[in-house]
Each structure stands twice: as C-alpha cells, then as structure tokens.
C-alpha cells in the first residue's frame, strides 16, 4: 500500500507563519506569511488539489511588515489576522490588523506571472501599543466573529468588532499579576464550556483564564522544563490540553489535575514549536520542530476513541479463521524529514482530515497525507 509522496511549495522569503483557512469547507487551502525585511511581506493563498497533487496559488501584498503570526476567521474564509514587526525610526514594534482578501481574487493562480500581486484590504486595526509587542490573535472557536483576543507582552486583549468591521473597540483585558513576569509565547481558545475559557503560556507556565471575569482560573505550574511554545485543546474530549516546548517535549494535560501531564512525548531532538491535534480523530497529534522533522503521533490511549471502533461477527459467518483486527497504539505513526531548517508550524487541513501542511523558515511548504494503513486502521 504506497502512499502518495509529499508535495513541496518554495516561497520566495523566509516564513515562519501558516494557518488553514478555517472558514473554507469545499477546497484544501492554507495561508502563509513571509519575513522578509527588504521587501514587501506576502501573505500566499495556498490551494492544494488533490486530484491532481499540484498546489496553485494566489500571492496577496501585506506591506506592513514582517508577518509573525496568521490566523484565519472562522466566520468568513477572506477574513484574516496577522501580527507584525513593523520598523519605524530605527524602533521595531509588533502589531496586529485584521485584514480581508479582496474578493475579486478569490481563484487561485496557476502561472506564476500572471500580473501584478493584489494588497491585502485592512479591515482594522488591534493595536494597544500601551500594553506592549502583540503576539497572536485568537479567534472564536464558534464562529463569533464580533469576539476576538489579541495577546500583548503580559496582556490578554479582548476586542469587539463590530458588524460592519471598520471599527474595533477595546471590550476588556486583564495583565499578569507581579512584577518581572516573563512575557506571553502563545495562547489557544478553548472549544468547550460555551467558548468562555482560554488557556496561554508564558514561560514554564499555562494559565486558563474565564473571559467573562478575565480572572485566572487554573495554572499549571513548571508545564515544561523550559518555555513553553504553542498549545492546543482537544477538539472532542473536554478538559484536555496539549503543550510543547523549548524541553524538547510534548505534554498532554488534564487541567482538572494539573500537578502531573496524563502523557509526555520526547521524540524531537530540539524545540517543538507547534503541536496541533487533528479536528476529527484526536487519536492523531502533528507537532515540528527545529530539528527540521515533522512528527505524526498516535495518542489514542488519552483520545476520544481509547478503544477503536467495536467490531462484532456477523451472524452465521464461516470467516472464523480471519486473523483480528490490528488495533491501533500509541507511539510514532510516521516522520517527516522533507525540510531542511527549523519547522516553526505545521497545521491540519479544515476541510481534509487526512492531509497536513508544515512550513520551515528557508519558506519550505510540504503537504503531507496521514498514511493509509493508519487511515484505514482508524476508519475500519
């Protein structure tokens, strides 16, 4: 049983930031944002078709800076965010803005100099330059667009955009308590409990925080043995949180005891940047690294689905001799060595749950399927 080999994208300038478009439901699409600090930043409308294995792409112009961080609406598929580093009097400061994809260029391109780049539509604006560098920018996991969360330095930030989208008004926000905190890393919206917590990290630490009272309402303490890098919730199973970190480790957390993680990954040889479960079979975790490899996990002892799907033997069959169905297990499902510097993002299609993007910093995108024994194994 062959599986159908990566398909590589080359960007011009080194990037570092990639989201699905969430909000797409019919085409296999990502988002990228360059860095590059002579030219105007891009951000690439990646579509891959699947048919056909071949990636054709629209190339939209962020002029603002060098793009940090992406994230995608879930609301409207050409609404994005980005956080940027923008150079003014020799002073660099990060911000963020909300942008829109201009409509008329939806379709993607296949030749690559067919015209002149289209820029970004900016929608507005986050900035709280009083409450320091903005982070990343986390969207309602429901939908919601009107609520949206930026993270500042020691800042959590929540606006209210309003139906028409031309202005964004500061609703609440909340600081770290103490002096000398280290700053904010990253932070990801909870999808349980009516979307009303999120959890971040800032240093060792992982905080979950109610934003209806934008007070802390639990804490892991020394999560990582140094800082910790990105976060994700369990899409299907509530209470559970996966971390990674600088320790080169990854860790799945129950926040109801926080004291201990339930499970800990040690397969990357340097730091794990990003770790994301997959939307439908939480069985499966993606996480990169700066060691240049990308790591496909089976975690199905702490999924949803622990024991697979139940199989009963049809009544009066003569099969008796049929060896069992394998079960599937944790550990390594499949490496990923097709980059050749630090992978700082991989993210899961929202549209296929079988396919992955990852992107490295020399601007190297490679898709990926989930292997087809381990495909069939969870489907059958």
């Known amino acids: 049983m062959e ?23 019919e085409n296999i699409r990502f988002l990228v944002g360059t860095q590059s600090l002579r030219s105007e930043n891009q951000v690439h409308q990646i579509d891959f078709d699947d048919e056909n294995n071949v990636i054709n792409k629209n190339v939209f112009l962020h002029r603002e800076g060098e793009i940090w961080h992406i994230s995608s609406s879930p609301a409207d598929k050409n609404i994005l965010a980005t956080c940027f580093n923008k150079t003014s009097d020799a002073k660099a400061e990060m911000h963020a803005a909300i942008w829109r994809i201009p409509v008329d260029c ?43 969360i930026s993270l500042a ?61 934008m007070k802390q309402v639990w804490t892991i303490e020394n999560a990582h043995g140094q800082l910790v890098r990105d976060l994700d919730f369990n899409p299907n ?17 129950d926040i109801r005891n926080p004291t201990e993680p ?24 993606l996480t990169s690294s700066s060691d240049s490899r990308v790591i496909l996990t089976n975690a199905v002892s702490i999924s949803s689905e622990p024991f697979g ?15 069992p169905k394998e079960k599937s297990q ?23 749950p079988w396919l ?5 910093y020399d601007g190297r995108l490679v898709i990926n399927r989930v292997p087809r024994a381990e495909k069939y194994k969870i489907l059958l």
């Open 3 to 25: 599986d159908d080999a990566p398909v590589i994208y080359g960007l011009e300038f080194q990037a570092r930031a990639i989201t699905a478009q969430t909000a797409e439901t």
């Open 106 to 148: 939806d379709s993607p391109m296949n030749d690559d100099n067919s015209g002149s780049p289209h820029a970004l539509e900016l929608v507005s604006r986050l900035d709280n330059m009083e409450c320091g560098d903005m982070k990343c920018i986390l969207w309602h996991p429901g939908g919601d667009n009107q609520n949206i």
């Open 153 to 213: 330095d020691h800042n959590i930030l929540l606006w209210d955009l309003e139906a028409s989208g031309a202005v964004t008004k500061l609703s609440s926000s909340t600081a770290l308590e103490g002096k000398g905190q280290p700053k904010f890393s990253s932070g990801r919206w909870n999808p349980h409990h009516n979307s009303t917590q999120i959890a971040t990290a800032n240093d060792t630490y992982i905080r979950g925080w109610d934003i209806r009272t």
């Open 237 to 253: 199973k509530q209470y559970y949180l996966a971390s990674c970190g600088d320790d080169c480790k990854s860790k799945f957390w």
């Open 262 to 285: 339930v499970k800990v990954l040690s397969d990357h040889s340097h730091w794990v940047w990003s770790i994301r479960y997959n939307h439908f079979h939480d069985q499966l975790v």
């Open 309 to 323: 799907h139940l199989m009963e033997d049809e009544e009066g069959s003569d099969d008796e001799e049929q060896p």
């Open 330 to 352: 944790d550990g390594v499902i499949s490496t990923y060595e097709e980059h050749e510097d630090s992978v700082y993002a991989a993210e899961w299609s929202s549209t296929d």
């Open 356 to 360: 992955f993007a990852s992107l490295s």
